[in-house]
């Protein structure tokens, strides 16, 4: 029922410079991986095969990687290198992806509101490629728990883990009534606020489910920190007129748009994914 998951990769990736001047941040490997295939492959498993991607300019290595590679795959078949291809063969052959862009980087909130001519008229899920995240063996990846939880509430749902108080101005931060075990109706949402004025801890991550009303929302909202058309203003304009959940996602994440976050993440997929193979 959710069919396609939207990936705003247009942000310049100034944390990363020089890295990223003529690179995209999403292609920033972890190992050997870059960072937005992690991402296909959580929407995937999630039951999500449409995946519309926001780029930019100096992006196209992303539309390269989800393609075919001729002279390299001529190179190399029959050898026993063709393995390393295997995973995005697989994701190529079973994944539509779309692309848009964006011309000017006017917020995420106007990321999404561009990729409304990839998602039309339906439910879809938004996933921020530098928000890596994994879960234990045996429990559900990050975006299909929230799949799950969309399917009994019908209602955008954005992902929210507790961080330190000091580090509320990094988020956009929600208040809100625990209504389940995890799961909260929210009341308030405020982008990067000082930790005086957050409304909690609970911070937004890079995973969102959101019905498509959100589009004629975005298009009448006013830019909002930063000058930016930000998403939190609005999902609080929805949440005032019908319901916004947050859902604290059981798993783990690392924010690789900061180095210290990619670094920790690198670490992680080094001992458990890459390895373990
Ligand atoms: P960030 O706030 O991390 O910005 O964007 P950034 O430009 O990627 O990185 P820094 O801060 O300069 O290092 C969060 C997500 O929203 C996307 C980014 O690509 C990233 O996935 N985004 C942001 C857009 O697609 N367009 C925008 O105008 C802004």
Redesign the pocket.
Known sequence: MIRKCL???????????PA?KSM???MLPLVNKPLIQYGVEEALAAGINGMAI???RGKRAIEDHFDISYELEHQIAGTSKEAALKDIRHLINVCTFSYTR?V?????G???L?GETLIGNEPFAVL????YCVTESGEDPVLLQMVKLYQKYRCSIVAIEEVPHDETSKYGVIGGVEEAPGVYRVRQMVEKPDPADAPSNLAII?RYILTPDIFDILRVTPPGRNG??QITDALMTQATYGRVLGFKFKGRRFDC??VEGFIDATNYAYQHIYKRK
Not at 104 to 108: S, W
Not at 128 to 131: G, N
């Open positions: 990936f705003p990769a247009a942000g310049y990736g100034t944390r990363f410079l990223t995209p941040k999403e926001v780029t930019g964006q000017e980087m006017k917020g995420l106007h990321a999404i561009t921020l490629a530098d928000d890079g930016e058309l748009g900061s």
